[in-house]
């Protein structure tokens, strides 16, 4: 059971009754209940339209909580004592007047507890929202007091860079930015913070972790779903919104940027930022021989005919939207120079896998024989950040014998293998820091423009030139050729687990 003490919190869920906090948010505070995270003194707040009372909001919640919390079938005595702290009030956020009805369950709290509550407004709402939401926000006595009252703001932030500024200006007017906590859940994902203390923790390997001893980067997030029910959504927003100017960037940003001082929320985002302001932004050219997109068609799955993006509900017939994108990046400082980073996302791939894979250069001078291994592959480390949460360190080895014969061997460091314990969901991580008032694991204003400033001009582009041939990948394949000739044309290939 946990030690951190964390002061009386009260989560106000706008969206309560949606399918975010029924998957996700509720299954992680009921963990954190579980395992002596949550404060003595929390309440949760469920805010929706929605016709409830207490008591079927909570059933509705247990349901989901059965279906999909990683300790699996709530504990009736548990879920007891954790339910008694939540209740529904419904509300409009476009109704003023349903901010005081909030206003007034705050105050109740405020006057029954030990000290004044740490107050978290989390918008699992849809975006178009957030202003309206944090505007009448503004209004409540407590927005202003920075010591307690944050907000927690879902993806995505913004659709472009002009109006995550837009987004930007707003928060920034009615709060302060240590207030703010811009989700991208992939930070909380154990793999991808062990990023840090692998780098940070180890002398082992930032001596060479730069150009003079690593060929190439590739981060690849590939699904195996298509758009599923969120057709309608994905339509206006394509890989290119929805994986790689978030996510994929936060996990290079991580490989890439230079030690920290400290472990301190803006000395750790100053670092990342610093990525990102040197990753080169590509003129016309660069984005001819640079990016690749993709839609996918029909295909086969497990035996199964599955349709193509256009035929999936909610989306244009003769849509254009990406499904899949890949870009080769450079950073343009001392430590990366010439080094490429390829990144690639896709949905309907042959596999779901997320991971990060460093080649290092070939050896100075091959002293056995040509043929004496079946593969000369370079060194590579694969960080595999999920389904397999692993880190693995490839070598060359002598196989047992008389001659010399080498092949290429794994170390593998294999969180299922090492640690009995279950390693928390992102969300856990992310709603105990802010309930903790730690921002590092969130995005800071300047990094969310940054990213949008750095793909603007692909994705302007690729808005602009809309004739192409989608689909132009199948279901269950490796994405568009296009994409594998990007990384070959360099004498590389998409590095994937077996
Ligand atoms: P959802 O459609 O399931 O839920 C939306 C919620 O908003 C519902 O509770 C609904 O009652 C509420 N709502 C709508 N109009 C309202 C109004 N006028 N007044 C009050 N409440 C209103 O959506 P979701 O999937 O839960 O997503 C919510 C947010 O989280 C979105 O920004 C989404 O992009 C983000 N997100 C969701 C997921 C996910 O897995 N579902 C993952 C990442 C990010």
Redesign the pocket.
């Known amino acids: 059971k946990s030690n951190i003490k964390t002061k009386p919190t009260i989560y106000m869920i ?8 029924e ?2 948010l509720i299954p992680a505070l009921y963990n954190l209940f579980l395992e002596g995270y949550m404060p003595k003194e929390f309440a949760i707040i469920g ?4 016709d409830y009372t207490n008591e079927s909001f909570i059933k509705n919640l247990l349901g989901g909580v059965n279906k999909f919390s990683r300790s699996g079938k709530a504990d009736k005595d548990q879920w007891a004592d954790f339910s008694s702290r939540i209740s529904y009030l419904r ?4 109704n003023e007047g349903d901010y005081a009805k909030m206003e007034q369950v705050i105050d109740k709290y405020e006057a029954e507890w030990s000290e004044p509550p740490v107050i978290i407004h989390y918008l ?4 178009n ?1 957030f202003p309206i939401i944090a505007s009448n926000l503004a209004k409540m006595k407590s927005a202003g007091d920075a010591e307690r009252t944050r907000v927690v703001i ?3 932030f913004g659709r472009d860079l002009e109006t995550a500024k837009e987004l930007n200006a707003l928060l920034r007017n009615i709060f302060d930015e240590k207030q703010i906590y811009r989700i991208d ?1 992939y930070l909380g994902k154990e793999t991808v913070q062990n990023m840090m203390a692998f780098r940070f923790a180890n002398a082992l390997f930032e001596p060479i972790w730069n150009r003079n001893f690593i060929e190439h980067v590739q981060i690849s997030v590939t699904e195996d779903i298509g758009v599923e029910d969120r057709g309608g959504y994905y339509d206006g927003s394509g890989a290119l919104r929805d994986m790689l100017q978030n996510h994929i960037l936060q996990v290079l940003c991580l490989v890439a940027m230079e030690p920290p001082v400290n472990f301190d929320a803006e000395e750790v985002r100053n670092r990342k930022v610093d990525v990102l302001r040197a990753m080169r932004k590509f003129g016309p050219e660069e984005i001819r021989f640079n990016t690749v997109r993709g839609q996918y068609g029909e295909g086969w799955v497990k035996g199964e005919k599955v349709e193509g993006y256009r035929q999936e509900q909610g989306v244009n017939k003769e849509s254009n939207t990406e499904t899949f994108a890949a870009i080769k990046f450079f950073i343009d400082n001392w430590r990366w120079q010439n080094v490429p980073f390829y990144v690639r996302t896709g949905k309907r791939m042959h596999q779901k896998s997320s991971i990060i894979s460093i080649q290092f250069k070939d050896v100075p001078h091959l002293i056995f024989p040509n043929n004496s291994s079946e593969s000369w592959q370079q060194n590579r480390l694969i960080i595999s950040i999920q389904p397999e949460m692993s880190i693995r360190l490839q070598v060359q080895a002598k196989r047992p014998g008389l001659d010399m014969t080498l092949n290429p061997v794994d170390m593998v460091f294999n969180y299922d293998g090492t640690y009995e314990t279950d390693t928390p969901e992102a969300y856990e991580t992310l709603l105990l820091d802010a309930m903790k008032g730690d921002q590092t694991l969130f995005m800071r204003g300047d990094q969310v423009e940054t990213a949008w400033d750095l793909i603007m001009p692909v994705l302007e582009s690729w808005e602009v030139k809309k004739s192409i041939n989608f689909p132009n990948y199948s279901a269950d394949s490796w994405g568009p050729e296009a994409a594998e000739a990007l990384i070959a044309k360099d004498g590389f290939h998409w590095f994937t687990l077996p």
Do not use: I, W, Y
């Open positions: 706008f969206g309560g009754t949606g399918d975010l906090a998957r996700k805010l929706g339209r929605t509300t409009d956020v476009n699992a709402v849809a975006p929202f879902e993806k995505p859940h």
